[in-house]
């Protein structure tokens, strides 16, 4: 699946979108996000072990239901922080009555963008 850093397109399936919701460790993450958290401070927010809400973070990406952005520190120890980015998620019949999703996105800075792009960046390198 293609991440779109800047979330201006909607790149989410119905399927992954659902499945995420569908988990109870996942609705708990995003209940929990009011504000950027690494997935250290999301483990013990939530009770669930590291290597689980790293899945679980994966999965809520993948599905354009957070957000990774990277927090850049003058000592050059770069933090990834999560957020969500979603305001609503629709799940309608189209046209021709199969089943989307649509996710209403909130608007992003410039700061925001750019530590969008930095996360995807790191990633490919």
């Known amino acids: 699946m293609v991440r779109d850093p800047l979330g201006s397109e909607d790149v989410s399936d119905l399927e992954s979108v659902l499945a995420a919701l569908d988990d ?6 995003v209940r929990q996000l009011d ?3 690494t997935a250290s401070q999301i483990s013990t927010a939530c009770d669930i072990p590291s290597s689980t809400a790293y ?4 999965r809520l990406t993948d599905a354009s ?8 520190r003058s000592d050059g120890h ?10 609503e998620v629709t799940v309608f019949l189209d046209d021709r009555r199969e089943f989307e999703v649509s996710i209403s996105r909130p608007t ?8 969008g792009i930095w ?7």
Do not use: G, W
Request: hydrophobic content about 35%.
């Open 24 to 29: 109870p460790d996942c609705r708990r993450i």
């Open 108 to 115: 992003t800075s410039a700061d925001q963008q750019l530590a």
């Open 35 to 37: 504000e950027p958290m």
């Open 119 to 125: 996360a995807e960046v790191r990633k490919e390198t």
């Open 55 to 58: 899945r679980k973070l994966d």
């Open 65 to 72: 239901i957070l957000n990774e952005q990277t927090t850049i």
């Open 78 to 87: 770069h933090t990834s922080e999560y957020v969500l980015a979603f305001e």
